[in-house]
């Protein structure tokens, strides 16, 4: 499977773009940080079970402790730019 790989400014430019292309392709997208650090971007499929998300929290202490704090937060509206 190819990688794609993008500086933070081409993100910066189109991320509804490039976060679509993304996901209907399925290739994963590297964003390189202006320090030299990288992140990693990759579509996930809604139909597949995520097991992840379960590990951690069956297995996380700390992990637990930010769902639970989350929960107790107050919800925040996403906003489109």
Same mark, same amino acid.
């Given at each position: 499977?190819?990688? #794609?790989?993008?500086? %933070?400014?081409?993100?910066? *430019?189109? $991320? =509804?773009?490039?976060?679509? *292309?993304?996901? &209907? !392709?399925? @290739? ?5 940080? +202006?320090? @030299? =650090?990288? &992140? *990693?971007?990759?579509?996930?499929? $809604?139909?597949?079970?995520? !097991?992840?998300?379960?590990?951690? %929290?069956? !297995?996380?202490?700390?992990? @637990? *402790?930010?769902?639970? #704090?989350? #929960?107790? !937060?107050? =919800? #925040?509206?996403?906003? @489109? +730019?």
């Amino acid at each position: 499977m190819d990688i #794609k790989t993008i500086p %933070l400014s081409e993100l910066e *430019a189109d $991320p =509804r773009g490039m976060l679509n *292309a993304c996901a &209907v !392709s399925g @290739q994963p997208l590297v964003i390189e940080l +202006p320090d @030299q =650090r990288l &992140v *990693a971007v990759h579509s996930l499929d $809604p139909t597949e079970e995520d !097991s992840l998300t379960s590990d951690l %929290l069956q !297995s996380n202490p700390e992990f @637990q *402790a930010l769902v639970v #704090k989350s #929960k107790a !937060s107050p =919800r #925040k509206p996403f906003t @489109q +730019p």
